[in-house]
């Protein structure tokens, strides 16, 4: 809640890129965009060898190009929404299948 008071309401973006001025709210948007500058594209396709700046980024081309798609590895059993990894021991409603 208080990071959302600061980034939404208090628009506070303590994050400089050193390149451009542009600012940002947290140090991961920051590093995000440090990789235009530098066309960084550290997540690349097993199936073609294209690279992106951001996993989801990949996931959605491994969809859309090439029909595959990540297993969900954990499964909340309240509301059915799959997780790739990170349930972090299985907490709550969320299960590993």
Known sequence: MMKHDRVIHKKLRPY????????FPSTKGL??????????KPYACNQCGEGFR???????HLKSKHDIEEVKECICSECGKG???????????????
């Open 31 to 40: 590093k995000s965009h440090k990789m235009q500058h530098t066309n960084e």
């Open 54 to 60: 951001q996993k989801v980024s990949l996931r959605s």
């Open 16 to 23: 400089v890129s050193d390149v451009c001025g542009s600012r």
């Open 83 to 97: 997780f790739i990894k990170g349930c972090i021991g299985c907490i709550g409603s969320v299960k590993c299948v």
